[in-house]
């Protein structure tokens, strides 16, 4: 079965300072990995992915994400945090396995990101 | 604009009522997908669907049924049989069912009186 991780239920960082939220994976098969963000009482929006390849990801809004497969983590990045950027961050998985198909879309619990002025 | 469409944004209901929840997109994707998100659980899959006529159970679907009779539409009704409805619902599309994002409408949020 496939699981997400994210450890903080919520990351506090002053405007103009590096963020990073966390989110660590366990699948049986090759990960497909997502980050999104939400807004309140607003539906999800997708930020970036990792399917293959580089295993840094640039996304929307200057947010970025590396995929460490030895740690199996996909820690969302930016390096100059804004006050727009609180909201609900949502790590996601897909477990791709090695006979093909896949399982639906597994979230992560969601982190809080504070953005203090 | 291309995008999915939720109805009612707000529904209330009394216990024992049946309720049907909305979902309708145009961007031409196969696979659409039913969540339901409660406060520090983050999202949990109800059901989703890869094709039309088609539709497989998630992690929670017991007290929830669905139909997918048109590739535009996919609603979720939530029976009386569901213990604990009060929840806000999200429903998605993606194209690629393996590698393709999920595009997500704006919610229902309903509360059962």
């Known amino acids: 079965a496939q699981s997400v991780a994210q450890p903080e239920d919520q990351v506090n960082v002053a405007e103009g300072n590096p963020l990073t939220v966390k989110c660590t994976y366990s699948?049986?098969?090759?990960?497909?990995l997502f980050w999104y963000v939400q807004y309140p009482n607003r539906g999800l929006q997708f930020l970036l992915k990792?399917?293959?390849?580089?295993?840094l990801v640039k996304g929307s809004y200057g947010f970025e994400a590396e995929f460490n497969k030895s740690q199996t983590s996909f820690h969302l990045k930016k390096p100059s945090a804004l006050v727009s950027d609180s909201a609900l961050y949502f790590c996601?998985?897909?477990?791709?396995?090695?006979?093909?198909?896949?399982?639906?879309?597994?979230f992560g619990k969601g982190t809080h990101l504070i953005i203090q002025p | 604009d291309g995008g999915i469409t939720q109805s009612p944004k707000y529904l209330f209901r009394k216990e024992g009522q049946n309720v049907t929840l909305s979902c309708e997109q145009n961007l031409n994707h196969d696979a659409m997908y039913w969540y339901r998100q409660d406060p520090g659980q983050g999202l949990r899959l109800i059901y989703y669907s890869q094709i039309v006529n088609d539709f497989q159970k998630g992690d929670i679907a017991e007290g929830y049924s669905v139909s997918r009779e048109k590739k535009e539409s996919f609603p979720l009704t939530v029976t009386s049989a569901q213990k604990n409805p009060t929840a806000f619902y999200l429903c998605a599309s993606s194209e690629q069912v393996t590698t393709g994002e999920l595009f997500f409408g704006e919610g229902s949020r309903l509360t059962v009186l």
């Open positions: 990792y399917i293959t390849g580089d295993n």
């Open positions: 699948v049986s098969g090759n990960p497909y």
């Open positions: 996601a998985v897909r477990d791709m396995k090695s006979g093909g198909g896949a399982d639906g879309l597994t």
